[in-house]
């Protein structure tokens, strides 16, 4: 993490400011590349999003701030506040602080969203139709698209897709003070009130009528999301050079001119689409390490076009060396022709860029870059004092270089690597390992030969091993090695070597991977019930849970198993059972089911649950569960009362667990069977006396008596009393 930065500017300028006069901000920095293509300059701006209001401020100091500022840094500033503008200036010390750092530029994957939003002046309309906006940054289907133009150079990583907004008029004036912060606040406002979620969008760009008092082409945030387009139509570069410094590019040039390499977008705008040169390749990660040579050695080098995809060549696409006399610089040498989106480089300089090999180099990692020139067959160039490159020929598939040094020639030992070191297989199965052979040799010495050799007792290798190859120095060979067990092989593990040997020192190098194979290993599975022995009332249902798992070993794959679910007489299943399961090695299921029991069951009661193998049944297995069953013991209703009225006799009780009915008993002889748990008597004389007592019943169980119930209907048949006690 940077350490805190606080740099005072000491200014001292006609115009006074008090302390009532000062502002403070303190916000989210964003660092602004204003593109003067005209002029052949740009300019360094800065605009802080206050983190309280949300607002954008631009920074206007006579003084250089740090360079070191980058985008995404949390900053306090000091300064006049007139309209959107900080003024850091006056006639007092005035600071600005880096409270805390921001991140570094993300490596930005997949389709981006972007929302144009397009705006007219008070005085101006837009001068661009929406199809013609579309068409510059989304797909078109017709490959000319800054969407399309990114995909390709990214094999797909970063395209672009999203929306134009409704055109929003701001209230400012074209020929007006050149305020794009201010543009962008009112901008911001009316899109949220048009329901725009600016939260959303990984990039806006707005879109303008030519603004007179702003030189600019266009602006971009250096690692940020904004972009401003200053009334261009028609120039895909421009749009295609302001993303680039979304991602953290600066500009293509030459000596003397920062935007003259115009073989790459980042250079000039307004001449045509075009791709990007190898140091900003390198710099996006856009181009493989593995096509990128970072040391050579005496001997032919043959480089494929830069823009071919890793998939399209398995040749190398870039030297990077260090400068010798500038350790903080690097040479970049490539090779560009007119395919894809550079077939316009044809047109370009006369075809200066395709002619051969294309030199630049950069010192601040590949973000700014400046174009040498491009080499002719027979011509040379030199890095330092001892290492030269030659351009022997070229075509349409690659440029050959001949590398060349009064170094002394080291040789060294190669490196040999086998990944991975292990995997697991299956007898007869083939395994694909990767084999890297670096030749290790420093200084002058020339390319050599390496004898690959494969050795294994009982692995047979399947892929074709070319016998010798040939490699300059620091460069790396690449291979897929493919090996098979046999398919009678048992379970253990299985190992081989693959050995390069340095052809002109005989030192053999080997590096050696394994396989391991486990044969299938079959077992009886596991069966289960949940709980195994439960307590239940005859003629009630309970539940289990019926689990099954296999025990076969990982390498004998799924197995399907033939379940069943059988008791003894007295219990029946009330619920669905799966009877089929098919498991991996060690995975189980399990399934809920219900019994029930008949009536008038006492003791213990069995069922079983089986799992067979449904191809080998000789692997079986089954568990018992018990039932124990207690018989049904049906009670006798309580709470027996009476109501006597002109009718009757009106008897009532309360209701009694399982029972499905009752019977009523007047002096000893049943005188009705009823479901409910009341009965009138009608039949009743006055002045007579009535004993009555209920029994409760469940198919062909009948409890016991009730309380009995004595009662002396009335003379008049309005009443009656009487008296209970227990039925014996």
């Not at 000893?668 to 009138?680: A, E, F, L």
Request: hydrophobic share 30%; net charge negative.
């Amino acid at each position: 993490m940077r350490s805190l930065l606080m740099v005072f500017f000491y200014i001292i300028f006609s115009i006074s400011s008090t302390a009532q006069n000062m502002s403070e901000l303190r916000g989210r920095l964003n660092v602004v590349i204003a593109d003067d293509f005209e002029n052949n300059k740009f300019e360094t701006l800065y605009m802080v999003e206050d983190l309280k209001t949300k607002k954008f401020f631009q920074i206007n100091s006579k003084n250089k701030l740090p360079v070191n500022l980058k985008t995404g840094d949390i900053v306090r500033a000091k300064g006049l506040l007139k309209n959107n503008t900080l003024f850091i200036e006056g006639n007092s010390s005035l600071t600005i602080e880096t409270v805390s750092e921001g991140a570094s530029v993300e490596e930005a994957t997949g389709p981006l969203n972007v929302l144009i939003v397009k705006l007219n002046f008070n005085d101006k309309t837009n001068p661009c139709s929406n199809s013609t906006l579309e068409s510059r940054m989304f797909p078109t289907g017709d490959g000319n698209s800054v969407s399309e133009l990114y995909e390709s150079i990214t094999s797909g990583d970063i395209s672009f897709q999203g929306q134009i907004s409704s055109t929003i008029t701001i209230d400012y004036s074209s020929s007006g003070e050149c305020s794009f912060s201010s543009w962008l606040n009112s901008a911001n406002n009316a899109a949220l009130n048009l329901g725009y979620d600016l939260n959303s969008y990984d990039r806006i760009i707005y879109h303008h009528p030519n603004a007179t008092q702003c030189n600019w082409w266009g602006l971009g945030t250096i690692g940020g999301k904004y972009n401003w387009i200053n009334g261009r139509c028609n120039e895909h570069d421009i749009f295609a050079h302001e993303q680039g410094h979304n991602f953290g590019m600066r500009h293509a040039g030459v000596e003397g001119n920062v935007y003259n390499d115009r073989s790459d977008f980042m250079g000039y705008s307004g001449i045509g689409i075009r791709e990007l040169n190898a140091p900003h390749r390198i710099q996006q990660n856009w181009i493989s390490s593995q096509k990128v040579l970072k040391s050579v050695g005496s001997g032919d080098i043959e480089l494929a076009p830069l823009e071919l995809s890793d998939h399209e060549t398995s040749l190398a696409q870039v030297i990077q060396l260090v400068n010798p006399a500038n350790s903080s610089e690097y040479f970049y040498f490539s090779y560009r022709q007119p395919i894809k989106y550079d077939s316009s480089l044809t047109n370009i300089m006369s075809g200066e860029y395709i002619k051969g090999l294309a030199i630049h180099t950069s010192s601040n990692g590949g973000a700014t870059t400046k174009y040498i020139r491009t080499l002719n067959d027979g011509e040379s160039f030199m890095v330092g004092t001892s290492l030269t490159l030659t351009q022997i020929s070229h075509n349409a598939s690659s440029v050959v270089i001949r590398i060349s040094t009064d170094e002394p020639c080291y040789r060294d030992a190669p490196s040999v690597n086998l990944s991975p070191s292990t995997q697991a297989s299956s007898p007869g199965d083939i395994e694909s390992f990767n084999l890297e052979v670096r030749n290790n040799d420093a200084g002058g010495c020339d390319g050599a030969n390496f004898n690959l050799n494969y050795q294994s007792n009982d692995l047979n290798l399947v892929s074709a091993l070319p016998s010798t190859i040939y490699l300059n120095n620091g460069q790396s060979y690449n291979y897929t090695v493919e090996v098979s067990s046999s398919s009678e092989a048992t379970t253990g593990t299985y190992s081989f070597e693959m050995g390069a040997t340095h052809n002109l020192t005989n030192i053999k190098v080997a590096d050696s991977a394994s396989v391991l194979i486990e044969t299938c290993t079959k077992a009886s599975p596991f069966v289960s019930i949940s709980p195994k022995s439960q307590n239940v009332v005859s003629g009630d249902s309970f539940n289990s849970t019926l689990t099954i798992k296999n025990n076969n070993s990982a390498s004998c794959g799924k197995t399907a198993y033939s379940l069943d679910l059988y008791g003894d007489q007295g219990l029946t299943r009330t619920s669905s059972f799966q009877e089929s399961v098919s498991l991996d090695p060690g995975a189980q299921h399990s399934q809920n089911i219900t019994l029930s029991t008949t009536e008038n069951l006492n003791g213990m009661y069995h069922f079983t649950f089986s799992a067979i193998d449904s191809v080998d049944g000789q692997y079986y297995a089954e568990e018992i569960g018990v039932a124990e069953i207690a018989p049904f013991v049906l009670s006798a209703p309580t709470g027996l009362s009476s109501k006597a009225n002109k009718r009757g006799i009106t008897l009532s009780w309360n209701s009694v667990v399982g029972a499905s009915g009752y019977r009523v008993y007047r002096d000893g002889n049943m005188i009705k069977q009823v479901s409910d748990i009341s009965y009138q008597d009608r039949n009743v004389t006055s002045s007579t006396t009535y004993t009555y007592h209920v029994t409760s019943i469940k198919e062909t169980l009948e409890s016991g008596p009730s309380l009995s119930l004595t009662i002396t209907y009335g003379s008049s048949g309005g009443g009656g009393k009487g008296g209970g006690k227990n039925k014996r």
